[in-house]
């Protein structure tokens, strides 16, 4: 008998069965299109949000601090 599958491995081999029923009857130009439509940021959605609140943030404080504290 084989060994139980942990949780990743059964999450990976799910991933795995939905990408290839999403492959299944199509050609291989149609699969470079959709793979080339799936493009995933280098940088995670939260990094961008605190990037940008240092950023726009910083410079919000200063033009209320110049116009309120001259």
Excluded at 37 to 60: A, D, M, T
Aim: no cysteine; charged share 35%; hydrophobic share 40%.
């Amino acid at each position: 008998m084989g060994k139980a599958q942990t949780l990743e491995q059964r999450r990976r081999n799910a991933k795995f069965v939905k990408e290839q029923d999403a492959r299944r009857g199509k050609s291989e130009n149609d699969i470079k299109k959709r793979s080339k439509e799936q493009f995933k940021s280098p940088i995670s959605p939260f990094w961008l949000g605190i990037l940008g609140f240092i950023v726009f943030g910083g410079l919000i404080f200063e033009v209320i601090s110049r116009i309120f504290f001259r």
